[in-house]
């Protein structure tokens, strides 16, 4: 088999995303309902639509050479593969939670208790570090709904905006682990895979890096430039393009999504007129 075999969550909270990745990645393929495999038009990959939960173990035995999974999976499944790259997305928190009405008195709270949770091997490890003997209870979905049914007194779960938590009646009381997807690949890919696995892992940092930045254009006065150059880091310096009117510039370059506001303030603040801030596609390093 020549294509890198890449498995992706089926359906789920990383399905959606992990799919429009791929596609912002140029990768062309067919997307039907039902479709367990599919082979790319325009890129050497197979893409395999799996559940989540089995990514890390098929990606370790080689069914699969590559997989976009959640850390949290990695973590609690403990398999031998590589975590290649953070992927930003499907951000979400692994976390102990008991019902609304209980009174939180701390970790031991759960001394003697039953966790309903299908993170068995992270919560038993957290358990143990922490001294707190307790029961778990594995199952592996609708956890929250365990303590409502009387199966369990709280639950050790994904959250992600908090809102299956809210209307099953629980409350977040103890984060163990943060989680973001990640790009995981087994340990012995051949090296034409190897090279398809780069090609898409240079494709993938220039979708992730136009997404933490932004184009921006303004005007300023000549006198302004070297202090709004010092303020605008860019790629490099900013593309400086005379303006008709006497004594201005137009100013172009790349500011970081996560400090812009701060960026743009101390701009207006340096004599910055007329900014203009632009979504960047890719964006290649
Ligand atoms: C998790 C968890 C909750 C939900 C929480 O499911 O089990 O059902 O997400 O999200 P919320 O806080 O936004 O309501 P996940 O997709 O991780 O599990 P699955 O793969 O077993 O379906
Ligand atoms: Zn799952």
Redesign the pocket.
């Known amino acids: 088999m020549k294509e890198l075999k890449i498995a992706i ?1 089926k359906s ?2 990383l399905s959606e995303h992990s799919r429009r990745l791929l596609e912002e990645c140029g990768i062309k393929f067919s997307n039907g309902a039902g479709v367990l495999k599919t082979t790319s038009t325009n890129f050497p990959v197979e893409i395999l639509f799996l ?3 089995d990514i890390p173990q098929y990606v370790e035995q080689g069914v699969a050479d590559a997989g976009l999974v ?1 850390e949290n999976m990695v973590e609690e499944k403990g398999r031998d593969i590589k975590v290649v790259e953070k992927l930003g997305f499907a951000r ?1 928190r692994l976390s102990l939670a008991i019902p609304r009405e209980e009174e939180f008195t701390g970790p031991d709270w759960f001394e003697g208790r039953k966790i309903a949770t ?1 993170y068995p091997s992270i919560l038993s490890a957290y358990l143990k570090k922490n001294n707190i003997k307790a029961e778990i209870e594995e199952i ?2 609708s ?2 709904i365990a303590p409502g049914i009387g199966l369990a007194d709280a639950v050790c ?9 809210l209307t099953n009646g629980l409350k977040e009381v103890i984060t163990i682990l943060k989680s973001q997807a990640v790009l995981v690949s087994n340990r012995n890919i051949s090296e034409k895979k190897t090279r398809t696995l780069e090609k898409l892992l240079f494709r993938i940092r220039a979708v992730k890096n136009a997404k933490e930045n932004k184009y921006i254009l303004l005007n300023a006065p000549e006198k302004s430039v070297e202090k709004i150059s010092e303020i605008l880091p860019g790629m490099k310096s900013p593309t400086i393009l005379p303006l008709m009117e006497k004594g201005w510039v137009s100013l172009h370059s790349v500011v970081r999504e996560d400090d812009f506001w701060e960026r743009i303030d101390m701009l207006k603040e340096a004599g910055a007129e007329g900014i203009l801030v632009i979504p960047i596609e890719k964006m290649i390093k």
Do not use: A, N, P
């Open positions: 969550q789920g909270r559940r989540d939960d959640g979400c299908s592996s979905g956890v929250e779960d994904i959250v992600s905006s908090g809102s299956t938590l």
